[in-house]
C-alpha cells in the first residue's frame, strides 16, 4: 500500500470513527452551554446502542432500530433534565446515576430479550451512501464524500448548531442561561424550559451517537460497546471550548486517534518500520482524554452557571 493510499483510507475512516464522538459532544455542547454538566452521556450512549440494535433486530429496518435509539436517548435526557433542573439535585451524583442505570438497562434487557448466545445475532449495517460525482474528485472524494447517511448527518449538524448558538434567539437564550439564570429569568427567559430543550436535544443526540456503534460499523451490540466513548466526549467538549466549529476539530482528533490505532493493528504495529506495542495503541484515544483536562480544561472558559442548579428566588 502507497502512502497516499494509507493516509486517504485513514482519513476516511477517521471521519466515520469521528462521527459518534460528534454526535455525542454536540448534544453536550447544548447542555452544558444552558448550565447543565450530563455525566451520565456514556451510559446513554450505551443504552442507545442497544436500543438500535434490538430496534433493528425486531423490525429488520435500521430506520426503526435508529428511531428507538433517539426515544431512548431523548428519554434519559429528559430524566437527567428533571433530576437536575426540577428536583435540583446535585448534577454530578445525577449524572453518574443516570450513566449507572442505562447501562443496567442495556444489559439486563440485553440478556431478557437476546439471551444468551454462542453465536451474537446481527443486523444489516448502516451502508456507505457516495455522493454522485463529488465522490469520483481525487483524494477528497474518498475521504469526504464517500460516507454513510449518519456521517453526512454529524457534519451538517456543525454549522446548524452553530448557527443555532451563535445567531438565533434561542441561541442567546441558551447562552444566557448557561451564564447568569437569575439575570435571564428576571428578563422573562423560562430558565427551565430552555435547560429542558437543551437535555432534550442532548440526550437524543447522545442516543444516536451510540446507535451508530451498534449499526453503523458491526451489526450487533455487546456490553462495553461505548468504550468509554461518552466520557471522552465531554472532553472534547472542553477541547471544542463548547463552539461546535472546535467540537468538529477535537472529535476529528479523537476519530483519527481510533481509526490510527485500528489501521496499525491490523498492520501488526508497524509505522514507517518503527514497531509500536498495541497497548500503546488502545491507550491513545484515553490518553488524549488526560492531556485535554490536564492542559486545556484550566482556561477554557466555561459557562459559569454549568453544574449550578437554579432555584427561582435565590441568588
Not at 447501562?103 to 443486523?123: A, D, E
Not at 483524494?139 to 449518519?150: C, E, R, S, T
Not at 443555532?164 to 427567559?189: C, H, M, Q, W, Y
Not at 450487533?220 to 468504550?227: D, N, P, R, V
Request: with cysteine.
Amino acid at each position: 500500500m502507497t502512502t497516499q493510499n494509507f493516509a486517504i483510507e485513514l482519513l476516511s475512516a477517521t471521519i466515520g470513527m469521528a462521527t459518534p464522538y460528534l454526535l455525542a459532544a454536540l448534544g453536550e455542547t447544548f447542555a452544558e452551554r444552558s448550565g447543565i454538566l450530563n455525566l451520565g452521556i456514556d451510559g446513554i450512549m450505551l443504552l442507545g446502542a442497544f436500543a438500535g440494535f434490538v430496534g433493528a433486530l425486531i423490525s429488520a429496518n435500521i430506520f426503526f432500530g435508529l428511531l428507538l435509539a433517539i426515544i431512548a436517548g431523548g428519554l434519559l435526557g429528559f430524566l437527567m433534565g428533571f433530576l437536575s433542573i426540577t428536583i435540583r439535585g446535585n448534577q454530578v451524583i445525577s449524572g453518574l446515576m443516570i450513566g449507572t442505570l442505562a447501562t443496567g438497562l442495556s444489559i439486563f434487557f440485553h440478556k431478557v430479550i437476546v439471551g444468551v448466545r454462542l453465536i451474537t445475532p446481527r443486523v444489516e449495517t448502516i451502508k456507505p451512501w457516495p455522493i454522485p460525482f463529488l465522490a469520483d474528485v481525487p483524494i477528497i472524494g474518498p475521504i469526504l464524500f464517500n460516507q454513510d447517511p449518519m456521517a453526512y448527518m454529524a457534519l451538517l449538524l456543525v454549522p446548524i448548531s452553530s448557527l443555532i448558538l451563535f445567531r438565533t434567539n434561542l441561541g442567546l437564550k441558551i447562552r444566557a442561561v448557561g451564564e447568569n439564570p437569575k439575570a435571564s429569568d428576571t428578563l422573562g427567559i423560562n430558565v427551565f424550559r430552555i435547560r429542558y430543550v437543551c437535555m432534550g436535544i442532548a440526550g437524543t443526540l447522545a442516543g444516536l451517537a451510540g446507535s451508530y456503534l451498534s449499526l453503523g460499523r458491526i451489526g450487533f451490540f455487546t456490553e462495553g460497546i461505548s468504550g468509554g466513548r461518552g466520557w471522552i466526549a465531554l472532553a472534547i467538549v472542553i477541547f471544542g471550548r463548547w463552539n461546535p466549529a472546535r467540537v468538529l476539530l477535537g472529535s476529528i482528533l479523537f476519530g483519527g486517534a481510533d481509526a490510527l490505532q485500528y489501521r496499525l493493528q491490523a498492520m501488526g504495529g508497524i509505522l514507517m518500520g518503527v514497531y509500536i506495542p498495541p497497548e500503546f495503541l488502545l491507550m491513545l484515544p484515553y490518553l488524549l482524554t488526560m492531556v485535554v483536562l490536564v492542559f486545556i480544561y484550566r482556561g477554557a472558559g466555561a459557562p459559569s452557571a454549568l453544574g449550578r442548579p437554579y432555584k427561582r428566588g435565590v441568588t
